[in-house]
């Protein structure tokens, strides 16, 4: 009987102690939760590398957004601009990062000075290129993802001896765009002389250097306008001199469903987008060598401009497809 008694002694013991493991499991200690590292808390001061952060999968990590963004969730409090910010709103935002877009407007001193003091960290890229904007993309995915451990034959992150056999079985963010920028071949020089407006009436034309220049002669595409600077104002009689064998619209609409691919449009609304140009005798026109790119950030130096990459090859290849149909 003494014996029975103490085997079921023991029994509801090792039961206890089983419990009190699988608890300890589930509810881990305040120790091993301090061993984990707090998600990064951003603040982002260019609408540019708002978007780039989230499509690298980090948009629930921006706590404060630009003021003029309007890709990402509108639930992510509006902290100012690069020239206008609210230093009330950032400090109740309480970031863990600042990303600012460098250019010809420094970082406001009283910024530096709260940053240290609340250490936050800062950091700022150049966006004035296309490059640029891989780049970027590159750092940001290596700052946050990283590669594998196992990068590094020697196990050493502060060395070069890279193991070949999986450092590069990462695909960096870069090589979408790359694929998205690739020459054209046919459809490119079916397109002949291409002349890019981001606005009708008056004419705003994106010249040389800028980043929709540059992207469509990665992909083959031959510039109209190769003078003058990166944003032209021309009237009608520019455009009559220019001749253009075809018209790309930057127009970008919100409320896009099909991003990437071009929102049909048929010739009389593209008529009303043309504006004045729309009476003009030019090649573009007369052949209806005309595409509206419709993406929502389609004037932004982003990781969208992979995407606007796509909507352009789609669009001139229903033109060169429509030239050839019997």
């Given amino acids: 009987m003494r014996t029975l008694r103490f085997i079921l002694a023991l029994l509801v013991l090792i039961t206890l102690l089983a419990c009190s493991k699988s608890a300890d499991s589930a509810n881990p200690s305040a120790a091993e939760e301090a061993g984990e590292p707090d998600s990064p808390r951003f603040a982002v001061f260019s609408p540019a590398i708002g978007i780039m952060l989230r499509d690298l999968g980090f948009e629930d990590d921006i706590v404060g957004r630009h003021s003029y963004d309007n890709a990402l969730s509108t639930s992510i409090p509006v902290v100012g601009s690069h020239i206008d910010i609210d230093d009330e709103m950032l400090i109740t935002a309480d970031p863990s990062i600042l990303i600012f877009e460098e250019n010809s407007i420094a970082i406001p001193d009283r910024i530096r000075t709260l940053a240290d003091d609340r250490g936050w960290a800062i950091w700022t890229y150049t966006l004035e290129s296309l490059d640029d904007i891989a780049t970027t993309m590159d750092d940001l995915y290596l700052k946050l993802v990283g590669f594998p451990a196992d990068a590094n034959a020697d196990g050493d ?78 009237d009608l009689e520019d455009i009559i001199t220019l001749a253009p064998d075809s018209i790309l619209i930057f127009s970008p609409q919100e409320n896009t469903q099909r991003v990437g691919e071009p929102t049909p449009m048929t010739w009389s609304q593209i008529e009303q987008a043309l504006g004045p140009i729309a009476t003009l005798d030019l090649p573009a026109i007369r052949k209806r060598r005309v595409g509206v790119i419709t993406h929502p950030q389609g004037l932004l130096p982003s990781s969208t401009l992979g995407q606007v990459a796509d909507e352009i090859r789609k669009t001139l290849a229903t033109w060169r497809e429509r030239s050839i149909e019997p």
């Fill in 157 to 234: 992150p502060t060395t070069f001896d890279v193991n070949p056999t999986t450092r590069f079985d990462v695909e960096l963010p870069s090589a979408r765009l790359v694929r998205s920028w690739a020459p054209m071949g046919d459809d490119a020089t079916f397109a002949g002389r291409t002349l890019l407006l981001a606005g009708t009436d008056p004419a705003g034309a994106l010249g040389p250097g800028s980043f929709h220049a540059q992207m469509i002669q990665r992909m083959g595409i031959t510039p109209a306008l190769v003078d003058g600077g990166m944003w032209q104002e021309l």
